[in-house]
């Protein structure tokens, strides 16, 4: 009779522990904070360099255009990461307007959308840079400096060029993490934020 009563008492033990850390990884889990529609910003739901790339785009040759979205969960912020990648052929003389195009383009569309802009740096032979604030975002952008790519890469492997023209890789990555609670006056440097 002792060894069931013993028995007993070790089951009883082992599904108290069981349910114990089921009561630890339930409110793990409700700690999280989630990516929903409602917490991602209308800038980035809607924005895409496509108008200005085809603004550019040499209208004889082919392009290769890429979208890669990443999004995860967290205690203290949600994140997500669009990464937008062109591949394009352009005039020779065109690089530095383009670089011009996407960044005025980002910046009238983030004005427009009434965004607090942090900062905006950069040039068209370093690329430029933002940050920015809306509601309970805080994001990063980064576009890169045009890369002079082979034209086999846009237009297929017996493919050239006339001497004004180029084929280039076009790069831009937008950051965005969304807050719980709207933060405060703070300087922020979302590269380095972490979870």
Same mark, same amino acid.
């Given at each position: 009779? /002792?060894? &069931? /009563?013993?028995?007993?008492?070790?089951?009883?033990?082992?599904?108290?522990?069981?349910?114990?850390?089921? #009561?630890?990884?339930?409110? $793990?889990?409700?700690?999280?904070?989630?990516?929903?529609?409602? $917490?991602?910003?209308?800038? #980035?739901?809607?924005?895409?360099?496509?108008?200005?790339?085809? =603004?550019?785009?040499?209208?004889?040759? &082919?392009?290769? =255009?890429?979208?890669?979205? %990443?999004?995860?969960?967290?205690? /203290?912020?949600?994140? =997500?990461?669009?990464?937008?990648?062109?591949?394009?052929?352009?005039?020779?003389?065109?690089?530095?307007?383009?670089?011009?195009?996407?960044?005025?383009?980002?910046?009238?569309?983030?004005?427009?959308? &009434?965004?607090?802009?942090?900062?905006?740096?950069?040039?068209?032979?370093?690329?430029?840079?933002?940050?920015?604030?809306?509601? $309970?975002?805080?994001? %990063?952008?980064?576009?890169?400096?045009?890369?002079?790519?082979?034209?086999?890469?846009?237009?297929?492997?017996?493919?050239?060029?006339?001497?004004?023209? %180029?084929?280039?890789? #076009? =790069?831009?990555?937008? %950051?965005?993490?969304?807050? /719980?609670?709207?933060?405060?006056?703070?300087?922020?440097?979302?590269?380095?934020?972490?979870?």
């Amino acid at each position: 009779m /002792k060894s &069931g /009563k013993k028995l007993g008492l070790v089951i009883l033990a082992v599904c108290g522990l069981l349910f114990v850390f089921f #009561l630890v990884s339930l409110a $793990n889990h409700l700690s999280y904070i989630y990516p929903t529609p409602e $917490n991602e910003s209308s800038f #980035l739901k809607s924005y895409s360099p496509q108008d200005v790339v085809q =603004r550019f785009q040499w209208k004889k040759e &082919g392009a290769n =255009r890429g979208e890669t979205t %990443e999004q995860s969960a967290g205690r /203290k912020f949600v994140r =997500r990461e669009n990464i937008f990648e062109s591949r394009f052929v352009i005039e020779s003389k065109d690089w530095m307007p383009l670089m011009l195009a996407v960044d005025g383009d980002l910046f009238e569309r983030l004005s427009q959308q &009434g965004i607090e802009i942090l900062s905006h740096t950069g040039d068209p032979r370093g690329g430029y840079h933002f940050q920015y604030r809306t509601g $309970n975002s805080f994001g %990063e952008i980064a576009i890169d400096p045009i890369k002079l790519i082979s034209v086999t890469t846009v237009s297929g492997p017996k493919a050239s060029l006339p001497d004004d023209e %180029e084929a280039v890789d #076009l =790069r831009i990555t937008i %950051e965005e993490k969304w807050f /719980k609670s709207k933060p405060g006056m703070i300087t922020v440097n979302i590269s380095t934020l972490s979870d």
